[in-house]
Every structure is written in structure tokens, then in C-alpha cells.
């Protein structure tokens, strides 16, 4: 059984920075993709960045030069670094990977959600 478990959420003011974590324990015999996702309140979840397990990153327009996504293959775990925050930045992220659960098969996971709060 695989898990997911995000930590670094929280409230931060305009222009703040907060940096999130993400962390897979369990039966993994490799990572693939991961990525963050964020969901606002009356919003569709949507694709923040995504790391490939060969480290090309890709950022939504949204928050490119902002954000900077990075993963510690040896620790199973991927970050998301967050500058200059806005408000509209506000969500719940979501932590995502595709992981090798066997030598033959893969799934998808997904953290519990954190939240971040931009507010002054």
C-alpha cells in the first residue's frame, strides 16, 4: 500500500513564500511522474507543475517564475517552492505520482490536500 502525506501548507501574506512537501512511503519500486495540483473553492482542480522521473519540469502559466518544483529520488519525495504569492494562489494543492507498485504495474496516488491561504 502506497501513501501520500503533504506537509508546509498554512497562511502567508502577498509576496510570501511557502514551501510544500510531499512524501511516498510504502510497497514502491520506482516513481514515474509527480506533480502538484491545486483546488480553489467553486473551481475544477487544475495541474500546478509536474517533475518527470528524469527531471524535465513543466508550470502552468499561472505561476511560472513563481514556482519551482523539485523531487529527492532518494527520499521519495517532491517539493513545491512558492514565491511571491498571490491570492488567487489560495487552494487546497494536491500532491500526485505515478508509482511502480510492482515490477509490472503502476498507479496513480494522491495526497490528502493541503491548504494554503493567502490573505493580508
Known amino acids: 500500500q502506497v501513501q501520500l502525506v503533504e506537509s508546509g501548507g498554512g497562511l502567508v501574506q502577498p509576496g510570501g513564500s511557502l514551501r510544500l512537501s510531499c512524501a511516498a512511503s510504502g510497497s514502491i519500486f520506482g516513481i514515474n511522474r509527480m506533480a502538484w495540483h491545486r483546488q480553489a473553492p467553486g473551481n475544477q482542480r487544475e495541474l500546478v507543475a509536474t517533475?518527470?522521473?528524469?527531471?524535465?519540469?513543466y508550470y502552468a502559466d499561472s505561476v511560472k517564475g513563481r514556482f519551482t518544483i523539485s523531487r529527492d529520488n532518494a527520499k521519495n519525495t517532491v517539493y513545491l517552492q512558492m514565491n511571491s504569492l498571490k491570492f488567487e494562489d489560495t487552494a487546497v494543492y494536491f500532491c500526485?505520482?505515478?508509482?511502480?507498485?510492482?515490477?509490472?504495474?503502476?498507479?496513480?496516488?494522491w495526497g490528502q490536500g493541503t491548504q494554503v491561504t493567502v490573505s493580508s
Open positions: 500526485y505520482a505515478n508509482i511502480r507498485t510492482t515490477l509490472t504495474w503502476t498507479s496513480d496516488f
Open positions: 517533475l518527470t522521473s528524469g527531471g524535465n519540469p
